[in-house]
């Protein structure tokens, strides 16, 4: 036996392996070698260390907690601005997990009553029915407004179309429509374009922006489950399963959650997003093919239910068209930029959210526009129009809400236009610039 | 089959963040080992690493080389355990009484740059390592769980310790002397 045939041989002769003659041939060996006997010594007394850090590690098992953690910081209720989309977007939901043994746990973890187990039981049915998809197309309705973000929801507005495209192979892309408002991640980048005259770019890829996250979270079935069961054991959620025969005679499986957002019934901002909201859930599953064939989502109010979506056109594995992933953005578009610190930055830092306010329509009725735009970006001819020459009339005290990290400031305005405005502005200041900046209410 | 690290990750993020559990699972206990030889207890190791999985999970997609992602996650539990060694520093404890506990803590078993050295070896050497003596399974069941004759794990064992003493040696502590009934 040489070196090298000795040495490839130390754990299967340390551990006693070996055939007797090939033992003994590599012990005769490491009789008569000094350089292979140092070398087995030290394999020998590292066999003792990584079975001693082993050992003290035997016990150690976190990965559901980690995972808990992981869902945990995925759901966490999306921010309803733009801005705090760019400062930090959060990982989506893909659309191929499967149900996994992860769900399976969580059910018993949670200890839940037959009924409830069994409307997870139809929804990890339902999960594993689309484990494997290459691309998936929705189209649904939404109660909101046009100019709003992808989750606002306004119980008295008429529904809109939204739409979302998403294809898994070879790489992840996926397309957010709705009226007034187009996101498109190509693979490669994250782009939203508003009213077609107003950028906002990611420079990577991502899995969701820009508060796409629930219609993401409905095209991935596996999250979730994942989300409905963290939320039934921490919030106290329903789940029901009931099952009815549909218009096609087929048998369909209805899983109703009863979600309650934890948002204090006087917040500001309850009930004006999905993830704010207090509402009924109802996935629709075929219950022989397992596959989701629609959602609707219903807004829980004291006044009663009114429903804000409704999902009924699910197509699974069809192709979709190569130009869906493409944006047409028009050359004089006006692109967010994060505010940067201004030589006078410290002015504008120790300001308080009314006194901003202030300063921030104090210079459009100046239109003094480079002024303004210390304030909010972009400020595009559109916005200049409308607010250019404006009255105040009113700046009033501002206030926060548990869901927002920013303060919202009453004001009254009197455009140009004769026509008077009176809303709330809102501003946050979680920015590098440590500046209050726009975000919405305008 | 298991895929590999750089599978689970490209599958992680290309939407199946469910693939992350399966990295925790294969990386938790070496990882726990590694932060429990630089934090003072072991609530606070384990605290580490859950954190230290959590923020790799968010950081994921800045990983250039998913491959790397065991060594990388380390990188990420070394810079947690110096923040939970601030933290301890900013509840109260004056500097010394910090000190005294990461210094304790290191005392009681200084072996994490074997943690280290295990990051950086070839995936199937780290492979049968983690499975042998971190999950605990004999060469025997090493070789079902991976569908490879006894003599192939042996021999990769054996390669892998080769390779472990290569890098400890750069790192200056291969012939330490380690108690092997020492526990952490």
Same mark, same amino acid.
């Given at each position: 036996? /040489?070196?090298? $045939?000795?040495?490839?041989n ?12 090939e ?5 005769a ?28 590690? *035997?016990?150690? @098992? ?15 209720p999306?921010?309803?601005?733009i801005?705090?989309?760019? &400062? ?5 939901l ?8 992860a ?44 100019q ?14 939204? #739409?979302?495209?998403? $294809? ?8 957010? #429509? ?30 969701s *922006?820009?508060?796409? $996250? ?12 994942? /989300? ?14 009931? #099952? ?7 048998? !369909? ?13 006087? @917040?500001?901002?309850? /009930? ?5 909201a ?15 064939e629609?959602?609707q ?6 006044? %009663? $239910? ?8 699910? @197509? ?25 610190? &201004?030589? @006078? ?42 607010? %250019? ?7 009033g005290?501002s ?13 009254q305005?009197k455009?140009?236009?004769? #026509?008077? !405005?009176?809303?709330n ?5 979680d ?12 | ?22 990295l ?32 790799a ?7 250039? +080389? ?15 355990? +110096?923040?939970?060694?601030?933290s ?10 910090a ?9 009681r ?14 995936? =199937? ?21 991976? =569908?490879?004759p006894?003599?192939?794990?042996? +021999? ?22 380690? =108690? ?5």
């Open positions: 036996m /040489n070196c090298a $045939e000795c040495r490839d130390f754990v299967a002769c340390a551990e006693g392996l070996l055939e007797r003659g033992e003994q041939q590599c012990r060996h490491l009789a008569a070698c000094a350089d292979c006997r140092a070398e087995y010594e030290f394999s020998v007394h590292l066999q003792h260390r990584l079975l001693a850090r082993g050992q003290a590690a *035997a016990g150690v @098992d976190i990965v559901e907690t980690v995972m808990r953690r992981v869902r945990q910081e995925q759901f966490k999306e921010r309803e601005t801005m705090s989309k760019i &400062l930090k977007h959060r990982w989506g893909g659309l191929g997990a499967t149900a996994t043994a769900a399976v746990t969580l059910i018993a973890l949670l200890s839940t009553p037959k009924i409830q187990a069994a409307a997870v039981e139809a929804m990890t049915k339902g999960a594993q029915a689309v484990a494997n998809l290459t691309s998936i197309h929705l189209r649904g309705q939404l109660r909101t407004q046009p709003d973000n992808f989750s606002y929801i306004n119980a008295d507005c008429p529904f809109y179309t939204i #739409e979302l495209w998403k $294809e898994f192979d070879p790489i992840l892309k996926w397309r957010v #429509e709705k009226p007034n408002r187009v996101l498109v991640m190509d693979g490669q980048s994250t782009v939203m374009l508003i009213n077609s005259n107003t950028g906002v770019k990611l420079p990577q890829p991502t899995a *922006a820009f508060d796409t $996250e629930w219609l993401h979270r409905i095209a991935n079935l596996s999250n979730t489950i994942s /989300n409905e069961l963290d939320n039934a054991r921490d919030k106290g959620w329903k789940l029901t399963v009931t #099952e009815d025969h549909g218009a096609d005679g087929r048998l !369909k499986s209805i899983v109703t959650v009863m979600a309650k957002s934890g948002v204090p019934d006087n @917040d500001y901002v309850k /009930n004006t997003f999905i993830g704010n207090d509402t009924r859930r109802v996935y629709r599953f075929d219950a022989q093919k397992n596959l989701l629609s959602v989502i219903f807004l829980v109010r004291p006044s %009663g $239910e009114v429903q804000i979506f409704d999902l009924s056109e699910i @197509d699974y594995n069809q192709p979709i068209d190569p130009k869906v992933w493409q944006l047409d953005v028009p050359a004089d578009v006006s692109w967010y930029q994060a505010p940067k610190e &201004l030589p @006078d930055n410290e002015k504008y830092a120790s300001m308080t959210a009314e006194q901003a306010a202030r300063a921030f329509f104090e210079a459009c009725s100046r239109e003094d526009w480079n002024e303004a735009a210390k304030f909010m970006s972009p400020i595009n001819d559109q916005l200049k129009q409308y607010l %250019g020459g404006l009255e105040i009339v009113s700046i005290e206030f926060t809400s548990k869901m927002y990290g920013g303060r919202f400031v009453p004001y305005i455009l140009r236009s004769s #026509e008077t !405005k009176k809303w502005v809102a501003l946050r200041k920015n590098p610039a440590h500046r209050w900046q726009v975000d919405g209410g305008i | 089959m298991d895929l590999t690290d750089k599978e689970h990750v490209e599958r992680c993020c290309d939407g199946h963040p469910e693939d992350f559990g399966l925790v699972d294969r990386y938790q206990k070496p990882l726990f080992s590694y932060l429990a030889s630089r934090v003072g207890s072991l609530p606070q190791a384990e605290e580490a690493a859950q954190e230290s999985f959590v923020r999970f968010l950081s994921l997609r800045k990983l250039r +080389k998913p491959g790397s992602f065991y060594s990388w996650l380390l990188g990420i539990a070394g810079r947690v355990a +110096k923040e939970q060694f601030r301890e520093l900013r509840r109260g404890q004056d500097r010394e009484a000190e005294t506990m990461m210094l304790t803590a290191a005392g078993d200084e072996d994490y740059p074997l943690e280290e050295a295990i990051a950086v070896l070839p995936e =199937n050497h780290r492979q049968v390592i983690l499975l042998r003596y971190y999950e605990g399974l004999s060469c025997q069941e090493v070789a079902s769980r991976l =569908n490879q006894l003599g192939t794990v042996t +021999k990769t064992l054996s390669r892998a310790y080769a390779l472990l003493r290569q890098e400890l040696k750069a790192r200056g502590c291969a012939e330490q002397t380690v =108690n092997p009934t020492k526990q952490i």
